[in-house]
């Protein structure tokens, strides 16, 4: 793992396994799971002697520190930091203590099975990482790492627009992971054509559209930090002396003189491509109908972790009036405030068909690389695991609102 540190940071991040894959709870290199598989501990201890990054990391927690410790000051707060007084930074996490667990003992069931599918692709875990920019910071290999990592576990990754590598190099790292690319709908129309275009040359199977990102959010820590912009961090996609100036397309985070786009011209754009899309960044029923009515197949609830516009909700309370009002029309996800594999577990009893992980995934990333990453991945599959079978579940997609109820004030 090489880290990129000494490298300026920007504020365009718009937003135990060893080789065998995810380990401790059965999940083999080509995601297939294997016999025998425990999640009882024996399997992680065993995992932590012959694997040197279980035996380094033994939590999400420990991992969380190793990236704190590696990564500059501001570096850190730009990625554990939210916009104004990051009111919904906290309250995304708060959120997930406001439910409790209902279990039913003496289930019977084997094994619990984490697999499952989003827009069609089989995932053996529902978690798929975010496209989080300025990935080179966290490490040299950024998304590349961040795709093998995923590829390894049998999950997916949403590959980034403003990354440090561009789409169809991640695509080449790892083609059974980076599956879904993003846009933002922003800059000219022709070049958002031309990302839809390439996105489906690169073998893509759907798109991400971040729509809550018109401008960047007022995050204080950054400003108190100085941040400046390294384009060297967000150009992987528009090189120097490419093409499209990265300026052009990502300047009106800063600049803020053009319209924000409409669901309208959304949705006229988005006929250039027959991919399925998720529409990133839904927190009501009225955009969600909105997003569904423009042609998304998917919605992923968000509020940004907390990192465009303080106030609003916590997307986990958010995401019953989301689901209600897809109404089956379309998959629902969630992302902002996963931390671990329980958080995982009560995203899906709420309705959310996978989660979408970015803090954890680049803490993974700068503290171990791509084997950061998938220890990251094993972790919440075997924490899922544990919890799925004291929880009385034997699968992620037995899992209902009956499995949850609200803590006491």
């Known amino acids: 793992m090489t880290t990129a540190a000494g490298v300026g ?22 995601g297939t799971e294997s016999a025998g598989a425990r999640s009882d501990g024996v399997g992680s201890a065993q995992a932590e002697r012959g694997d040197p ?40 996490r708060d959120a997930f203590a406001g439910w409790q667990f209902r279990p039913r003992v003496m289930s019977g069931h084997p094994v619990p099975s984490t697999a499952t599918t989003v827009l069609g692709l089989p995932m053996r875990l529902p978690v798929l990482t975010a496209p989080f920019g300025t990935d080179g910071f966290f490490d040299t290999d950024g998304h590349l790492a961040v795709a093998r990592a995923n590829a390894r576990c049998g999950t997916l990754s949403i590959v980034p627009e403003a990354g440090t590598h561009s789409i169809e190099s991640v695509a080449q790292a790892a083609p059974a992971a980076a599956r879904v690319a993003q846009v933002h709908p922003m800059g000219t129309e022709r070049n958002f054509v031309r990302m839809l275009e390439r996105i489906e040359r690169a073998g893509y199977a759907a798109v ?70 998720i529409a990133k960044g839904i927190l009501t029923a009225q955009d969600t109908r909105a997003a569904i009515d423009a042609g998304a197949a998917a919605v992923l609830v968000s509020n940004h972790g907390g990192r ?23 998959e629902v996800l969630l992302d902002s405030g996963v931390r671990c594999g329980t958080d995982v577990v009560k995203a899906l009893a709420l309705g959310a068909r996978a989660v ?54």
């Open 9 to 30: 940071q920007t504020e365009v991040g718009p937003d135990g396994t060893g080789p065998a894959g995810i380990g401790p709870a059965g999940i083999g290199p080509a």
């Open 53 to 92: 990054i279980a035996g380094r990391f033994p939590t999400l927690t420990e991992i969380r520190a190793a990236a704190q410790a590696v990564l500059p000051r501001d570096v850190w707060d730009f990625l554990a930091g939210g916009a104004g007084q990051e009111t919904t930074l906290r309250a995304n």
């Open 208 to 277: 991400c559209v971040t729509v809550d990102c018109p401008t960047a959010g007022w995050r204080e820590r950054n400003l108190r930090n100085r941040f400046t912009v390294d384009l060297r961090m967000i150009t992987g996609n528009y090189p120097p002396g490419g093409d499209v100036a990265a300026q052009d397309v990502f300047g009106q985070l800063f600049a803020r003189d053009e319209p924000v786009w409409t669901w309208d011209r959304l949705a006229r754009l988005m006929r250039h491509t027959d991919l399925p899309w």
């Open 308 to 330: 465009q516009l303080d106030g609003t909700p916590a997307a986990l309370d958010q995401l019953p009036e989301v689901v209600a009002a897809a109404d089956g029309r379309a």
């Open 356 to 409: 979408v992980i970015g803090r954890l995934a680049a803490a993974g990333l700068a503290a171990g690389g791509e084997a950061g990453v998938a220890r990251v991945l094993a972790l919440l599959h075997e924490e899922m695991v544990t919890v799925l079978t004291l929880l009385g579940h034997g699968s992620v997609t037995e899992l209902t609102p009956a499995a949850l109820q609200r803590s006491r004030p």
